[in-house]
């Protein structure tokens, strides 16, 4: 599997987690197991492949728009 493969499938596993967690933060569907779609400590992990955030939406992080990092 190709780094470009692995991506696509990141891309649609970072879609149906967020899906899933809305589903669950707002619908009261059952709760997310993380480990379903390749997701830890922020990490979408594909074959021997792991992409951020950042990979898989193209856009960067801003620390200054808040989140868990203050630099």
Known sequence: MTRSEALEIARANHAAYRKATIEHLFRKAPAVNDAD???????????????????????????????????
Do not use: M
Not at 38 to 65: K, M, N, R
């Open 37 to 71: 779609f390749g997701y830890l400590h922020g990490w979408f992990s594909v074959a021997d492949y792991c992409f951020c955030d950042e990979d898989i939406t193209g856009v960067p992080y801003d620390h200054t728009q808040g989140g868990w990092a203050y630099l």
